[in-house]
């Protein structure tokens, strides 16, 4: 069996959106209020069960709509999202924010948010921030289900799409256009992170620390990324993987990229880390049967 190997540059960046885009700690607190003020006044569930069901369903299902759905509520979407989102005092609670917006536009790769969340809220929250522009797209409730739906997946709006299950992870690549293999995906969510470990991406835990992350590096904000994934800013000998599609091979044919990690601590498990001095391409013989 002759080796035969392959090279890839990183060709996209997932980004979920609250918590990991941004961090206002007011935000969660009121969704989780507006949730649980649904359940009490428009599903009539009762006050001792509101706090229990919110945490089974999250857990066992992604989200706590998900979980509702699931157990047979019959909840109209565009309601829920007005209640639970639409009512956040947005102008109040997020500004512009011209250090992110460098940021992002520093990273040469193609740039998606994928959040639970619905559409509106993602633009809502990018336009005050002021980085709207610089994403190739809003992979959000509204267009994981309709891609469900498309597939046969999704039948009279069962199940509800979301992370961190597989389904939704390899949705989400299909509607970037993108390969788990080179794409990096960003989360403050630790069973999001570890959903998209396990579907092949680079998974990145942002904002917090967790012994029980299935995931390739921790950092504590997106800006460590800089110093700790300093392979996110290499550029291809091509622009094939501005396009969005596959990542541009690299000139050699003899490496697999995999961005390189500073920090020791963080990296799970899974693929190798790398010190960010060794930062570099590096070999992995791949072989071909
Ligand atoms: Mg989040």
Redesign the pocket.
């Known amino acids: 069996m002759a080796a035969h190997s392959h090279s890839y540059y990183p060709t996209c960046l997932l980004l979920?959106?609250?918590?990991?885009l941004y961090q206002v700690e007011e935000i969660p607190d009121i969704v989780r209020r507006n949730i649980q003020g649904y359940m009490r006044t428009k599903l009539n569930i009762s006050e001792d069960q509101i706090a229990p069901l919110c945490l089974e369903y999250y857990t066992k299902y992604g989200t706590t709509l998900a979980g509702l759905v699931a157990n047979g509520y019959s909840i109209d979407f565009n309601d829920w999202h007005a209640e639970v989102h639409g009512t956040l005092p947005y102008s109040r609670l997020l500004k512009r924010d011209e250090r992110m917006r460098e940021f992002l536009q520093s990273i040469p790769l193609p740039k998606y948010i994928f959040?639970?969340a619905d559409q509106k809220h993602a633009d809502t929250c990018l336009d005050l921030m002021g980085v709207a522009d610089l994403f190739q797209g809003i992979i959000c409730f509204e267009s994981l289900m309709e891609t469900g739906r498309k597939l046969g997946v999704v039948k009279d709006n069962k199940p509800v799409i979301c992370k961190p299950t597989q389904q939704a992870m390899e949705l989400a690549l299909e509607a970037a256009g993108a390969e788990a293999a080179t794409t990096v995906f960003c989360?403050?969510?630790t069973r999001?992170v570890s959903g998209g470990h396990a579907a092949g991406m680079f998974s990145v835990l942002?904002g917090r620390t967790s012994k029980d992350c299935d995931c390739d590096l921790q950092v504590p904000s997106l800006f460590a990324l800089k110093e700790d994934m300093p392979g996110l800013w290499a550029v291809p000998p091509s622009t094939k993987h501005l396009e969005g599609t596959r990542g541009a091979e690299a000139d050699d044919d003899d490496v697999l990229y995999v961005p390189p990690v500073a920090r020791g601590q963080g990296v799970m498990s899974g693929r190798t880390a790398e010190s960010a001095a060794d930062c570099r391409r590096r070999e992995v013989k791949v072989a071909a049967g």
Request: glycine share 0%; no cysteine; aromatic share 0%.
């Open positions: 979920d959106l609250d918590d990991t959040t639970n989360d403050d969510s999001n942002v």
